[in-house]
């Protein structure tokens, strides 16, 4: 491909630099590894008809109400009050959510999510569907912004990383001028060999290993376990056929 | 040290995320490694009197007329129209600026230094003073920000692999429960075997090469060349007794 017409890849890494970049004419992919795009591909790919994306946990009770659908979320770590089910991809197996539309709400990635609404396109990215996202990427030859969902704005390591690894796959096909995806890259490549034990170091981990939740980690670092690709469609996240 | 007791550690990547830190109860270190802390340090150790840091050429110009001290800084790579001198750490030699004053206008690092002005303390960090700068800090035993100046709010490689080599150096000193940090000290070991080759990836390294500059940025990645430590005391940068 010729050096000049390549599109740029950049990496946001924290939903307070997303005024940065240059939205409107880019695609952006969501990324909040722990763990709402890891579900959100995973309820997809398990067969929910769509997953709906709000900010509030009113806002899923309400909507949940009126689509008669599975309404979850959490708060510190606990179902919100008034939902029925949680973050942990483990909850939405094929015989509970095929078919079903699941509302979700998420504060870091929902947010993000809502910021970047301008955007050409917006899909979720995460390890269970990184072949997906990286031949989407790939196949549609735009300016690319891998938006890091983070914590309460805080610069994460899991987001960080799966940007550096989606950087690492298909940057030959696109012009990486951009520090941040340089520097996720390298991180990545630190950490590939066992992604696991690097996250070890990192705040989220502690968080979620309190509340139990190891095996969740484990799954949302391991590639392509549910590996489609949900894309954004008038405020819906559906499965790109 | 007792873990409990420890300060904290923390990164901030770019101005634009320094609100989410502590600054009123933290030490903050201002980095901005291609060139102003570089030249900074250099200057005072060339037996500077003092730097003034200021936000503007039309400042930077008055302050100097009043106190007839040299006036110093670039726009877009070039010495600013009414400023007599630049960026480059080379200027500033002994016989130019010993004993005199330096007003500097940079405007990654100065925007940085203002927005941290209530901080328990202000000093200035970059690899020709790594360790005058790691030495105070273990010493004050306080909660620490390693302020990466960034480029335009932009996160950019010289500073955060400064920060991480400050966390590689100092950490048992301190709790580092940010993930920041636990990215830059990574990334700063994927790349301290040649730190200038890595440098190379990266987007200020192709702006200042392109103004012939590849003499200061060796000279800014390398360690004690002038290892004394800036600080600011009202509003002045003087080297600390």
Chains 1, 2 share one sequence.
Not at 115 to 141: H, R, W
Not at 159 to 167: N, P, R
């Amino acid at each position: 491909m010729d050096e000049i017409t390549k599109p740029r890849l950049e990496v946001c890494l924290s939903p307070a630099l997303l005024h940065l970049f240059d939205v409107k004419n880019s695609i952006v992919v969501i990324i909040d590894v722990l763990r709402a795009t890891s579900t959100i591909c995973t309820a997809l790919y398990n067969g929910a008809a769509k997953v709906i994306p709000v900010a509030t946990v009113e806002e899923c009770v309400s909507i949940g109400r009126q689509l008669d659908a599975i309404t979850a979320g959490e708060r510190d770590g606990k179902i919100a009050e008034g939902l029925l089910h949680g973050n942990s991809p483990f909850e939405y197996p094929t015989e509970f959510i095929g078919g079903k539309v699941l509302v979700l709400t998420t504060t870091n990635g929902t947010k993000l999510l809502h910021m970047a609404k301008d955007a050409v396109q917006i899909i979720t990215g995460s390890f269970p569907n990184i072949s997906a996202v990286c031949e989407y990427l790939i196949s549609q030859g735009q300016n690319v912004i891998l938006g890091c969902a983070a914590w309460k704005d805080r610069v994460n390591m899991e987001d960080t990383l799966f940007a550096g690894a989606v950087v690492s796959r298909i940057k030959e096909h696109f012009d990486v001028n951009c520090d941040s995806a340089i520097a996720a890259e390298t991180l990545y490549h630190s950490a590939k060999g066992d992604l696991f034990s690097f996250m070890k170091k990192a705040s989220h981990f502690h968080r979620l290993a309190r509340y139990g939740l190891e095996e969740d980690i484990k799954y949302c670092l391991t590639e392509d376990g549910a590996n489609i690709l949900p894309i954004l469609r008038n405020g819906e996240l559906i499965k790109e056929k």
